[in-house]
């Protein structure tokens, strides 16, 4: 289990559940960091993205996919 993926990624849920996204983005480029192959954290950072109106990431996420 990579703790380092979790950590983050339940930290940035923790955010995005306030609607904090720009500080659940950091997290979830963490986690992508951890495991680029994360794709539940992929999938969240597009949504995150998207909430933002930033649409360049939102289908693509970035370059972890």
Known sequence: INFEQWRN???????????RHERAIDGLERALAANPRFS??????????????????????????
């Not at 990624?9 to 559940?17: C, H, I, K, W």
């Not at 992929?42 to 933002?52: H, K, P, R």
């Open 9 to 19: 990624f339940y930290r940035a849920r923790f955010f995005m559940l306030f609607n």
């Open 40 to 65: 539940r954290a992929a999938s969240c950072l597009g949504f995150a993205y998207g909430s933002l109106g930033r649409d360049e990431f939102r289908l693509t996420g970035t370059s972890h996919r």
